[in-house]
């Protein structure tokens, strides 16, 4: 006998478990599938159990982020698309929206760890070159903390936007010297008081505006993040001073019982300096 025609009568016999052989193979396959769901259930216990610890070591506001993350789809969702974190989503609708992430345009985002927002721009913008029939833009991305490398983006870690010489390096990078849109979703480290995060946080969008003058191209857009609050209207009235329309926005990916909101500043308009 062939082997194909030995397979094939394995195979027969398998199927009909014919006898007494059949029973040992039913019986056998029973036994596997016991054992299988056995030890799924032992996986999900430890799973569980692991859970359980972790949630135990930490603080009651650290527990309440914990089990938030988990039932939050957004945070599902940037695992599925191989987002950085969720906050990407909050970029995408906005800019579904408005349009300001163009192929060519040259982008600074600013507060940019992990490199979420960056993900976005280097796909809209195309400065990684993955579409040949459209101009390539630049993505230039900026924290105090460690951004992970990204295809496609330069980026500046350990560097304070408002500093000078990283605002030179800026100058270096971008084609130039000018950015088409400034992205702001930094935020200061939380101290627990609200009103103090809320001004430190305008303190660090009115420092976008001087930024602006220095590297935003005429009729260029910035989008930053702050918390509402009394200030608020402070920054409002600073971006209409120097841009011709300017939004507020909240993005349905954004949590809704969060303080946070966005301005869309557009229609820069460029101080000549004589």
């Known amino acids: ?156 870690s350990c560097h304070d936007v408002t500093d000078p010489t990283t605002q030179a390096k800026l100058l270096e990078l971008l084609p130039d010297g000018q950015a088409h849109v400034i992205l702001s979703d930094m935020a200061p480290n939380a101290s627990g008081f609200r009103e103090m995060d809320h001004e430190r946080l305008i303190t660090m969008c009115l420092s976008l505006v001087d930024l602006a003058a220095k590297i935003l191209r005429p009729r260029g857009s910035l989008l930053c993040k702050y918390w509402d609050g009394i200030l608020a209207h402070k920054l409002q009235e600073k971006l209409s001073s120097v841009f011709g329309s300017v939004q507020t926005l909240k993005p349905n990916s954004s949590r809704k019982d969060s303080a946070e909101r966005y301005f869309f500043a557009k229609m820069y308009r460029k101080t000549v300096k004589r």
């Open 1 to 156: 006998m062939c082997y194909a025609q030995s397979l094939s009568l394995t195979n027969r016999g398998l199927s009909f478990h014919a006898g007494a052989v059949g029973c040992t193979l039913h019986m056998t396959s029973l036994s596997v599938k016991t054992m299988w769901w056995s030890r799924l259930q032992s996986r999900g216990l430890h799973s569980s159990c692991c859970l359980m610890k972790k949630l135990s070591s930490k603080t009651p506001a650290g527990q309440r982020w914990v089990l938030r993350q988990l039932r939050d789809p957004y945070v599902k969702a940037a695992h599925q698309q191989n987002f950085r974190c969720r906050s990407a989503f909050k970029l995408l609708e906005m800019d579904d929206k408005f349009r300001l992430l163009q192929p060519g345009h040259s982008v600074v985002d600013c507060g940019a760890a992990p490199g979420a927002w960056s993900q976005v721009a280097v796909h809209r913008v195309n400065s990684a070159g993955t579409d040949p029939e459209v101009p390539c833009g630049t993505v230039v991305g900026i924290d105090l903390l460690h951004i992970p490398p990204l295809d496609g983006a330069h980026f500046l």
